[in-house]
């Protein structure tokens, strides 16, 4: 027992566990992303209808495949609605890729598991990133188990290569389904390093068994979506891979310098307190594609930096020239950075950091993710929760959101019954995937419901107030104005009008 709690390898992973739900659910849900996800996951348990995305039970939401829903609608039904729960998924993800950096760094290089393994719980990307709702960690979790038993095929001990291969399109089956294609982008990776390794390989990448496992587990969800939803396969393709990829419809730094912008900063600040081991490899680059081209048994010989290079080059610059251009794109990223900074340490004969000194860094990861639980933000929909019951005369069914930004973190914090809407004064041209506002105004206004609490910009109320009149309805503001937006409830007054007059 003394031995083992004197275990770096121990250590590691109660830092990281400390790391991933130390002060989960502290803060509320911040919209409008977490929001966003967690509202449909909600749906989804509420409904019982786990095929289709939806954000309220009239629209769907099409942006993203279902694997991240499923894993919050579950998350919350076992440990309850609250902010934890919903990010409990992100945070099990990020102990997933500690594991599998710690598994994939024993296979490249035997010694330098326990250096990749604490590069990677304790970057400063890596944690924070496991604090948030989005889709982007559960897909590095699925692509991480795709390259781990990748390289268990290539570099382990050669017992049931074809069954890691299987494994690794498992991994790519749940990717695609957490993200669509761009969850395939470590698969030419694996291709292109097979090719540049000497010999034929016995077992393929391309083998059937594990494409025919891909297609059963990845393809059913599309398969039923699409039948059920004509047009959304051209949505899927068009909107959401072609015009994210190749346009900048979506406004996410789409200028030629966007790269610079975003992605240098979340690599050199993202890595700390590892970013002088990266560099350091980084500045030998050059020396080693000069050893690489045309020497197949030196590619060989640097099996593991041949790969790790690969894994992380070839995927940022297909981030560079895409027009949509965010941080947590690259967090699958930060997995062959950890293993690049272990093995760099390991050829430089280092050895790990004094627990001093990790020990002060985690304190100030965890004064961070402190700091921004009580950071006031006008994203946080708790505050807005409270906003609304302060004000609301009764029980809230409905929050309704007038040509505002929906928070749709409200239907967490105001219980999973809360339905959250975002209206338009006018009827607008909307597509049918995704538009942008649910229904119009007077389509609203005609539903007659009860417990609906209306919410617009300041700003806009008289204007909001005149166009409700003007349908036989009066706008009664709730209480003082919060967050410069007016809450108001809504009375049907038309049959309070005095009647017609009778012919004499």
């Known amino acids: 027992m003394h031995n083992a709690l004197r275990s770096p390898s121990l250590w590691i992973a109660a830092m990281s566990v400390v790391l991933a739900l130390c002060f989960l659910g502290t803060r509320g849900i911040w919209d409008p992303d977490e929001g ?42 076992v440990f ?11 945070a099990l993800s990020y102990l997933l890729c500690v594991w599998f950096a710690w598994r994939i760094a024993r296979r490249l290089s035997p010694g330098s598991e ?75 990776v694996v291709l292109l390093f097979d090719s540049l390794m000497p ?16 297609v059963v587990l990845a393809l059913p969800w599309y398969l039923a979506v ?16 072609v ?14 310098y966007g790269w610079l912008e975003i992605y ?23 020396t080693f594609a000069r050893r690489w081209r045309g020497d197949a048994g030196q590619r060989q010989a640097d099996a593991p930096w041949l790969l790790t290079a690969l894994w992380l080059l070839l995927p940022l610059v297909v981030f560079c020239l895409s027009r949509s251009r965010m941080p947590l794109y690259l967090l699958p990223l930060f997995l062959p950075m950890a293993c690049i900074v272990a093995l760099q340490w390991q050829r430089e004969g280092r050895s790990l950091p004094r627990w001093p000194w990790l020990l002060a860094w985690v304190a100030v990861l965890l004064s961070l993710k402190l700091a921004l639980a009580w950071w006031p933000t006008h994203k946080d929909a708790s505050a807005w929760a409270d906003a609304i019951r302060e004000r609301a005369p009764g029980d809230v069914h409905e929050v309704v959101f007038v040509e505002d930004m929906a928070r749709y973190g409200l239907h967490l914090h105001l ?21 942008a506002y649910d229904e119009p105004l007077d389509v609203e206004l005609g539903e007659h419901e009860a417990g609906v609490v209306w919410v617009c910009k300041q700003a806009d109320w008289p204007v909001v107030q005149a166009r409700i009149a003007s349908y036989g309805y009066r706008a009664s503001l709730l209480g003082t104005p919060y967050q410069k937006r007016v809450m108001f409830q809504v009375e049907h007054v038309a049959d309070q009008r005095p009647p017609p007059a009778t012919a004499r």
């Open 264 to 286: 240098l900063p979340t690599v050199v600040l993202g890595t700390l307190p590892w970013t002088p081991a990266l560099w350091r490899w980084a500045r030998t680059i050059p």
């Open 415 to 435: 219980g999973t019954g809360t339905e959250v809407e975002k209206i338009s004064l006018d009827a607008l041209p909307q597509p049918r995937f995704n538009p």
């Open 199 to 214: 010999g034929r390989r016995l077992h393929r990448t391309l083998q059937w068994s594990g494409i025919v496992l891909f």
């Open 114 to 188: 326990r250096a990749a393994a604490l590069a990677y719980s304790s970057m400063l990307f890596t944690v924070g990133a496991s604090q948030l709702i989005t889709t982007d960690y559960v897909l590095a979790a699925c692509e991480a188990l795709a390259m781990w038993a990748f390289v268990e095929a290539r570099f382990g001990t050669g017992r049931h290569p074809r069954r890691w291969i299987a494994l690794m399109w498992v991994g790519f089956a749940l990717a695609f389904v957490t993200k669509g294609p761009p969850g395939l982008i470590p698969l030419p």
């Open 36 to 77: 966003r996800y967690t509202n449909v996951a909600l749906n989804m348990l509420h409904s019982g209808d786990w095929l289709n995305p939806h954000r309220n039970h009239e629209v769907g939401h099409w942006t993203k495949p279902p694997l991240t829903y499923w894993a919050i609608a579950s998350s919350v039904a």
């Open 243 to 256: 015009n994210r990829v190749a346009t900048r419809e979506f406004g996410r730094h789409g200028e030629w």
């Open 226 to 241: 699409f039948h059920g939803n004509p047009g959304l396969f051209h949505y899927f393709i068009g909107d959401e891979v």
């Open 80 to 90: 309850g609605a609250n902010p934890w729960a919903a990010r409990l998924p992100a």
